[in-house]
Structure formats: C-alpha cells, structure tokens
C-alpha cells in the first residue's frame, strides 16, 4: 500500500530564511500525483503547490518550490523569504488517478520574527 | 463567493447520541469527501461520494454514516457506535475527472463527545 511519510514532526526558521519540509512516499506506480497543502491555525486547508511525477520540471509558485526526486520518491517543500504568514501544519499527499488521496502526518512550520 | 460551507463550528454532544454534520458546496462539484483529523496524524477518509445517490467507505467508516441526495450537500453522521468520535471533521470537494485537480475544503467541524 502507498505511504507518504513526513519526518519533521516540528520546523523552525527564521523571518526571511529559507526552510525546507521533506517528504516521502511509497509506491510501486509510474504515474501518480503529489500535492502540499497548508493547514494554519484557522484551520483551513489550502492547496500550496503540486507536482505530476511525468513531469520532470519543478513545480513552483511564487515563494514555494518542490524538489521532486521521483527515483528517490521524494518531494520536499521549498520556502523562500519566510514570512510570519506561512507559519502553519503542512501536509504533503499523493495520489494515483481515480483513487483517493494519501495524507502525510504533517510537519508544524513555525516562523521566529 | 463559491466554497464549501460546514456547519456548526464547533458541536458538543453526550456520548450515545448520534449526531450530523452538515457539508454544502456550491462549487458544482462532482466529489465530496469526509475526513478525520486527529491531533499528530494527517488526514484519515471516512467516507466519500463520486455521484448523486452513490458514496463508498473510505479507511474508517465504522461508526460513520453518509447521504448524498443532492449534489451540493452531504452530510455525515456520527453514530453511537463509533467508539472515540472526538476530533475535527473536514470535509472537501473536486472536479471530476480529478487527476492533478485540487481538493476543496470546508473550514471544519470540531465535534467533542463527552
């Protein structure tokens, strides 16, 4: 069965650094989807960024970019310039077509001023 | 605005009754989907639904029960039978055929059984 599997219960970074979230999954298919979402204390789950594993490029939006290492099955979070903002639980998930996303245990990002 | 409404935010019961959760979206989306967060875990599904009239259980759907007789809503119960019902409901919606597409979710339900 697919796992994803985040390692970092707890992360802390600087103001304006730059903080990396790791994640890593299990699966035996080729083609499958991943995705970061970001959950703050509001509660309210909101999609960060996602990666097709065809896709050898990348993914990146704005301040967020993932390092996706497919033979490695790996897919880490990439925050630049932190800001107070992005302190939050963040969820890394998978997902094969047609079937249900797998959710990571989550890694708490907090943000020192 | 379009999203996904979950109702109440937080719901107190006694324990032995069985209580519904309230999820509405007015995405025109085809999937919607209960999950269970419980503090130091990701997200577990409970139950989910592709269609009108159609929904399948997910990981823990023991104790749990499900309608979906309108597009826009489904609503979860927690029966007495499930043994810790404790915990924060989400609830999230997408667009079919999904691939890549983005799960939508509700603000949440905290529901605390005492």
């Known amino acids: 069965a697919q796992t994803v599997t985040q390692s970092q219960p707890e992360m802390s970074v600087q103001e304006a650094e730059t903080v990396t979230l790791s994640c890593t999954y299990d699966?035996?298919?080729?083609?499958?989807?991943l995705f970061w979402y970001k959950q703050p204390p509001s509660r309210q789950m909101i999609l960060v960024i996602r990666q097709e594993a065809y896709k050898q490029q990348n993914a990146t939006e704005n301040r967020f970019s993932v390092n996706f290492q497919k033979a490695a099955k790996s897919f880490s979070l990439k925050i630049s310039d932190s800001q107070l903002g992005d302190a939050a639980m963040y969820f890394c998930?998978?997902?094969?077509?047609?079937?249900?996303?797998?959710w990571g245990a989550g890694t708490k990002l907090i943000i020192k001023p | 605005d379009g999203g996904i409404t979950q109702s109440p935010k937080y719901l107190f019961r006694k324990e032995g009754q069985n209580v519904t959760l309230s999820c509405e979206q007015n995405l025109n989306h085809d999937a919607m989907y209960w999950y269970r967060q419980d503090p130091g875990q990701g997200l577990r599904l409970i139950y989910y639904?592709?269609?009108?009239?159609?929904?399948q259980k997910g990981d823990i759907a023991e104790g749990y029960s499900v309608s979906r007789e309108k597009k826009e809503s489904f609503p979860l119960t927690v029966t007495s039978a499930q043994k810790n019902p404790t915990a924060f409901y989400l609830c999230?919606?997408?667009?079919?055929?999904?691939?890549?597409?983005?799960?939508?979710f509700g603000p949440g339900t905290r529901l605390t059984v005492t």
């Open positions: 639904s592709q269609i009108v009239n159609d929904f």
């Open positions: 699966t035996s298919e080729s083609d499958y989807y």
């Open positions: 999230a919606s997408r667009i079919l055929p999904d691939g890549d597409s983005e799960q939508y």
């Open positions: 998930a998978y997902k094969e077509s047609n079937y249900q996303l797998i």
